[in-house]
């Protein structure tokens, strides 16, 4: 018998005060398994919904789960929750690498950024002593730049992360990076900037043991045989992002007219074959780079020669990115693509938040209602999409409206918010309700907007079910929402779930913390998260009006290959009434008292009050 | 069949899998700086892999290096240090040309390198690229 994976402890970080303390992990909490349980948990005990997200009240909660830092692969990534100063909801988001390994080698749980620091700060994390410092030297510098400091000034293997310039300036959709991966969606960079922290630096020392060693050991080898063969499948999703990256499927929602063109006027791009996954592979030096213990290595680094000669390097773009900063910019040039990818890197930015700004920004150039001096706003323009991020980032001119989201920008600027692609105010990600409608249904009652994380987007593109139908997909999408937040307790890479079976999880958690749980119970885990985070957002003011689709939606999708396709008012409304009826909700989107009290968190309805 | 990995940096994703097998085998638990093969992030350039190379190793200066001769090779081509014998002198971790011998500082001062697990490498069945392939042993 091996001890658990779980160090039952986490860092209480006071920045006001500059002082730091350990917090025991307390028994209640354990329940929540780690990762976004804990964050969930934390946040809607220690913050108020109705808190200013920007204000000192607001938390930002850093955590990895039960399988970080062990040989369980593709198990890398670290959770942020915090509340959203972009949706004003709660928010979770996630990055690879190797942070999260190292928060655990570092002997934590996570870590609970509290207060504004004074004056801007690095925080060092060495093991579970905490030191302050100053940042003067990176302020105003990129992610990568600030990064390089880090290792600099304390040692190469430090593993960070860090806020570029938008972060600093309070973008809403500010990132926070972890060399090169990024907790994208939201605007936590933003949160950070606003408690003055420009970056942190964790170095461990600690190993990790698992509770029950030989059954964990029998567990991995499984897992790996599986991911092995996975990869080894040419048609297989992994096998493909092994080999090319996450691009690996465009072809595929091109051809389905499901890849989002043009501000999402279109279903298709006759340029996609220029910018996917195998075009970068085929055009430019790749090489692949993997998160921590990952057998899959999608992460894609390439070697780009730009218009003017010089040459750069990027990991990436990932999928999402060639839709929000080319499909739906209506560019294919792959050099350009990886040039505003870099921008947003620089400035820490979300591609997807971003990109849809900058395609709702283009279309209301063309339409006459937004101009920008030295810059012709038209799709495909490269000055035009390259300009408006660097204003996005820098907060100059147009750049300043877009920077604090799209509902801000379109009341400011007198455009029309039913063109702008979001939902609670975060931009869409790489796909289209018009084709795909239980994916619609996610995005519309996502906790953090228009978020692709727990849709049923393989079932729906694959053609495993009509992606046309709605008849069966708010049961779907209940299912899928509850299982991936329960996975994410664990803090486990998305893909990971494409080819590991559910039933595996509750065992990986058994045989990692010596804590028995069942699949049903593991589940019952992301119910109760995902009724916490709607109650808090209930809190914040949010509610049914809040889960809708943007007018476009409902506007038919033009181009031949899906020409036409569009989300019925009705049966969207059908859908969503059938969705809360199936969650224990009332008709406006509540969740019942019985409901609290089945998942025992009755004392809960407090936080729904406003 | 001389002893020793094949190892081609190209292939490497630095995964770590190599290092957490390594310290898993070695210690019991994930210890990435106490596993016996370091990979060092050179990025954009490919990774330096640090490890006993054996029998790819010209003149083998870590054997000669040691001053009370606690490294040995063996019949099978493992290069292995006497724990018992090593005083903590360092001499071998400055000779290694790989950077592969590194010390103990914990509960004694000893040097310690790859020892190929006796034959058949935990590092090498976690690599699913072929950046790190077995040569000879079991």
């Known amino acids: 018998m091996g001890r658990s994976s779980m160090k039952d402890l986490l860092v209480r970080i006071d920045l006001g005060n500059r002082r730091a303390e350990p917090w025991a992990v307390p028994e209640q909490l354990k329940g929540y398994l780690g990762g976004m349980g804990y964050g969930t948990k934390i946040l809607v005990d220690e913050v108020p919904p109705q808190t200013d997200p920007l204000s000192p009240e607001n938390k930002l909660i850093l955590t990895v789960g039960p399988l970080t830092g062990t040989m369980a692969p593709m198990q890398p990534q670290s959770c942020i929750v915090t509340k959203s100063p972009l949706t004003g909801t709660i928010l979770n988001c996630y990055a690879g690498g190797f942070l999260g390994a190292e928060i655990r080698f570092a002997g934590l749980d996570g870590l609970i950024l509290e207060g504004v620091a004074p004056e801007w700060t690095l925080l060092l994390v060495e093991d579970d002593r905490v030191s302050f410092h100053s940042a003067e030297a990176v302020l105003g510098k990129s992610t990568a730049e600030t990064e390089a400091y880090l290792r600099e000034i304390f040692g190469p293997d430090v593993h960070t992360l860090s806020i570029g310039r938008a972060g600093e300036k309070a973008v809403a959709m500010a990132s926070i990076f972890s060399e090169t991966r990024t907790f994208g969606r939201g605007g936590a960079g933003a949160v950070l900037g606003s408690k003055r922290v420009k970056a942190i630096a964790v170095r461990g020392s600690r190993g990790v043991e698992v509770a029950r060693p030989d059954e964990f050991s029998a567990l991995v080898r499984g897992n790996m045989e599986l991911l092995k063969a996975a990869c080894a499948e040419e048609y297989n999703l992994v096998g493909m992002f092994s080999r090319v990256g996450t691009g690996a499927g465009m072809g595929l929602v091109n051809g389905r007219g499901a890849l989002a063109t043009r501000n999402h006027a279109f279903g298709s791009f006759d340029g996609s074959t220029r910018i996917d996954g195998y075009a970068y592979a085929d055009k430019f030096y790749t090489r692949a780079i993997a998160c921590y213990g990952c057998p899959v290595h999608c992460g894609m680094l390439h070697k780009f020669t730009r218009a003017d000669g010089s040459s750069s390097w990027l990991r990436g773009p990932e999928y999402e990115t060639m839709y929000s900063l080319g499909s739906d910019l209506l560019n294919g040039d792959p050099v350009v693509l990886a040039e505003a990818n870099q921008i947003c890197e620089e400035y820490g930015m979300d591609t997807l938040s971003s990109g849809v700004c900058v395609a709702w920004a283009l279309e209301m150039g063309e339409s006459g209602v937004l101009e920008e001096p030295g810059l012709e706003l038209k799709f495909g323009e490269p000055a035009a999409i390259l300009g408006l991020l660097r204003k996005i980032g820098e907060r100059e001119g147009i750049g300043d409206l877009l920077a604090r989201g799209p509902k801000q920008a379109a009341k400011a600027s007198g455009g029309d918010l039913g063109r702008f692609m979001q939902i609670k105010n975060s931009g869409f990600a790489a796909w289209m309700p018009r084709r795909m409608k239980g994916t619609g249904l996610a995005f519309a009652t996502s906790n953090r907007g228009a978020c692709h994380k727990r849709a049923p987007i393989g079932a729906e593109i694959t053609g495993q079910i009509d992606m046309d139908a709605y008849e069966g997909k708010a049961a779907l999408v209940r299912e899928i929402q509850d299982r991936v937040n329960a996975i994410f307790t664990l803090v486990s890479c998305r893909f990971h779930e494409f080819v590991t079976p559910p039933e595996v999880y509750p065992r990986f958690v058994a045989a990692a913390t010596g804590r028995d749980i069942s699949l049903k119970e593991f589940l019952a885990v992301g119910e109760r998260i995902w009724n916490l985070e709607r109650l808090f957002n209930i809190g914040a003011g949010l509610g049914r009006a809040d889960d809708r689709l943007p007018e476009r939606c409902y506007q038919p999708i033009k181009g031949e290959a899906s020409e036409g396709a569009v989300v019925d008012r009705d049966e969207f409304e059908r859908m969503l009434d059938e969705y809360y009826h199936l969650r224990g909700w009332d008709e406006q989107g509540n969740p019942t008292q019985g409901k609290l009290e089945q998942l025992g968190i009755p004392e809960y309805a407090r936080l729904g009050l406003r | ?138």
Do not use: H
């Open chain 2, 1 to 138: 069949m001389p002893l020793g990995f094949d190892i081609d940096r190209n292939l490497c994703t630095e995964c770590l899998r190599c290092l957490a097998a390594c310290s898993l085998t070695k210690l019991g638990r994930v210890q990435l700086p106490l596993a016996r093969i370091a990979v060092k992030r050179r990025w954009p350039e490919i990774p330096e892999i640090r490890v006993c190379r054996f029998d790819d190793c010209p003149g083998q200066p870590c054997i000669d290096s040691c001053p009370v001769e606690a490294i040995s090779r063996d019949a099978r081509g493992l290069v292995l240090i006497d724990r018992d014998t090593c005083t903590g002198c360092r001499s071998c971790v400055e000779a290694c040309p790989y950077g592969a011998i590194w010390m103990e500082e914990n509960g004694g001062n000893y040097a310690y390198k790859c020892d190929f697990c006796g034959g058949a490498p935990a590092c090498v069945q976690e690599c699913v690229t072929g950046a790190l392939v077995q040569k000879g042993g079991a």
